[in-house]
């Protein structure tokens, strides 16, 4: 009942920046903590960032000062400013919202909890 889509990935060579977007639809009232993910062939999911409704964020420290997460919770959007990029950013990138509260047809609340969307793939050559 949460779709997630993500866009803005492509080929770009190191040193070069992307920038990211997610959009969350459906019957949203709001969302906690939305992030992105990365996962690398052979490597496990891992988070790059996430940022709280009220506009916490956090960063894994492999991209602290180079990436930046923002929200426009008007939009349910996150996006992902990553500059200075480097061959080992390259993997798909996932956007997550951790618990969206979404009003049913009935016209009570539901909590969904882990939506993700399908993925952006980053590839930075060098």
């Known amino acids: 009942q949460v779709h997630m889509v993500e866009s803005g990935g492509g080929l770009v060579q190191a040193g070069g920046s992307l920038r990211l977007s997610c959009a969350a639809s459906?019957?949203?009232?709001?969302?906690?903590?939305m992030g992105w993910y990365r996962q690398a062939p052979g490597k496990q999911r891992e988070l790059v960032a996430s940022i709280t409704n009220g506009g916490t964020t956090n960063y894994a420290d492999s991209v602290k000062g180079r990436f930046t997460i923002s929200r426009d919770n008007d939009k349910n959007t996150i996006y992902l400013q990553m500059n200075s990029l480097k061959p080992e950013d390259t993997a798909l990138y996932y956007c997550?919202?951790?618990?969206?509260?979404?009003?049913?047809?009935?016209?009570?609340?539901?909590?969904?909890?882990?939506?993700w969307g399908q993925g952006t793939q980053v590839t930075v050559s060098s």
């Open positions: 459906g019957s949203i009232l709001s969302i906690n903590t």
């Open positions: 997550n919202a951790d618990r969206a509260v979404v009003r049913q047809r009935s016209g009570r609340n539901l909590s969904i909890f882990g939506s």
